[in-house]
């Protein structure tokens, strides 16, 4: 809870506890500005001035919050202005629930989908993904070239079926089933196909 100048006038134990204070007195009457760097509570204090004067309440927003020590947490907050029996504000409060993991999650796999997309794009393997009627999914640009294709989307929703012919087809088919069923896979074998134009190819396939 913060007055109207954003001074701290009540908090929980949990916030007692995260900025390790013995107890709320040593942060009563403190401003976000204490605790955190310039850009975290200017906004803060930005936020908490317009509800303020708006009366207007902000729900489930997403902060980053920069402290003294250098360190990084992420919040995601909702405040709300506090008032008096008279409904005169006086103040905000505000709830905020600990999300850094999940940022730090998702900053994570945003790291592993950019570098498995690098991956998908510089390989001169032909790699592709299909769902469990043997459609694809997604391929890579060395797949879809390869099938005389001009993007990605050309090739999307197709089958083997569609590339090479029912003969092909089947067998493919009836493997992948086996895949599925089994979770067994098929690694490094030394295929033969011929697509539709009648090119022909060898190929080992994982």
């Known amino acids: 809870f913060k007055d109207l100048q954003s001074r701290f006038i009540r908090i929980s134990k949990s916030l007692v506890r995260l900025h390790g204070v013995k107890d709320d007195s040593e942060l009563i009457g403190k401003t976000d500005s204490d605790l955190f760097g310039k850009e975290h509570s200017q906004k803060a204090f930005n936020d908490e001035q317009n509800i303020v004067r708006t009366g207007e309440a902000i ?13 990084i947490t992420w919040v995601e907050t909702s405040k709300m202005p506090l008032k008096d029996l008279n409904g005169q504000i006086i103040g905000t409060f505000g709830i905020s629930r600990d999300i850094s993991n999940i940022k730090h999650l998702e900053a994570e796999l945003s790291l592993e989908r950019n570098l498995f997309n690098n991956f998908l794009v510089t390989s001169t393997d032909l790699i592709y993904f299909k769902d469990m009627e043997g459609r694809f999914l997604r391929v890579n640009k060395r797949k879809y070239e390869k099938h005389g294709f001009k993007s990605e989307a050309d090739i999307i929703g197709k089958t083997d079926k569609d590339l090479f012919g029912e003969a092909y087809s089947l067998e493919t088919v009836l493997e992948e089933q086996e895949i599925v069923r089994t979770g067994v896979p098929i690694l490094n074998r030394i295929e033969h196909q011929q697509s539709g134009d009648g090119a022909e190819r060898w190929l080992s396939i994982s």
């Open 59 to 71: 729900y489930n927003m997403v902060e980053r919050e920069d402290h003294s020590d250098g360190s």
